[in-house]
Antibody
Framework: EVQLLESGGGLVQPGGSLRLSCAAS????????MSWVRQAPGKGLEWVSD????????YYADSVKGRFTISRDNSKNTLYLQMNSLRAEDTAVYYC????????????WGHGTLVTVSS | DIQMTQSPSTLSASVGDRVTITCRAS??????LAWYQQKPGKAPKVLIY???SLESGVPSRFSGSGSGTEFSLTISSLQPDDFATYYC?????????FGGGTKVEIK
């Protein structure tokens, strides 16, 4: 059974940093690209970042470029999102999502972790 | 960047109704479109990929159509479990983008 378990969310002050993790199981993690998608409270879905199966070729939304870094540790089956210089508008539930092979749609999502940026 | 526009933003319908949601891309995305269903407090779930391919395990009352810039998701006979918010997503090019969502409510 595919499982994606996000952690690391919480309350952080503006300008602060946070690192999200996503522990994957139930599939061969090294064979799949992965993504982070976020959803602000009461709002729609916003793609944040992608990373290839090997860990190279990351992509970022303009809204987070230069502040967020996606990475993965294939030996630990874990995806990360390092978030720096956080802003109030980064407040959202952050979902980890598995990307279907050779495409860029999300065939499985984690339950999400809430990040709140507030003083 | 490709903008995705969904309509309507809210739809009121009854059990058994045929429901259609539309999604328009600001430029051609061929058939690189997915549809997701999201219920309150839950993660999205994929229903349709490549515009018209039904994801495994998804009921056949869901169908997708379209190509280029115009797409639609149809629920042939709305069931109680289908009241949710639906999103389209283009994966033709980066940055990936979602439509604003369509909330299907009970009439």
């Amino acid at each position: 059974e595919v499982q994606l378990l996000e952690s690391g969310g919480g309350l952080v002050q503006p300008g602060g940093s946070l690192r999200l993790s996503c522990a994957a199981s139930g599939f061969t993690f090294t064979n799949f690209a992965m993504s982070w998608v976020r959803q602000a409270p009461g709002k729609g879905l916003e793609w944040v970042s992608d990373i290839s199966d090997s860990g190279d070729s990351p992509y970022y939304a303009d809204s987070v470029k230069g502040r967020f870094t996606i990475s993965r540790d294939n030996s630990k089956n874990t995806l990360y999102l390092q978030m720096n210089s956080l802003r109030a508008e980064d407040t959202a539930v952050y979902y980890c999502a598995k990307i279907m092979v050779t495409t860029n749609y999300f065939d499985f999502w984690g339950h999400g972790t809430l990040v709140t940026v507030s003083s | 960047d490709i903008q995705m526009t969904q309509s309507p933003s809210t739809l009121s319908a009854s059990v058994g109704d045929r429901v259609t949601i539309t999604c328009r891309a600001s430029q051609s995305i061929s058939s690189w479109l997915a549809w997701y269903q999201q219920k309150p407090g839950k993660a999205p779930k994929v229903l349709i990929y490549k515009a018209s391919s039904l994801e495994s395990g998804v009921p056949s009352r869901f169908s997708g159509s379209g190509s280029g810039t115009e797409f639609s998701l149809t629920i042939s006979s709305l069931q109680p479990d289908d009241f949710a918010t639906y999103y389209c997503q283009q994966y033709n090019s980066y940055p990936l983008s979602f439509g604003g969502g369509t909330k299907v409510e009970i009439k």
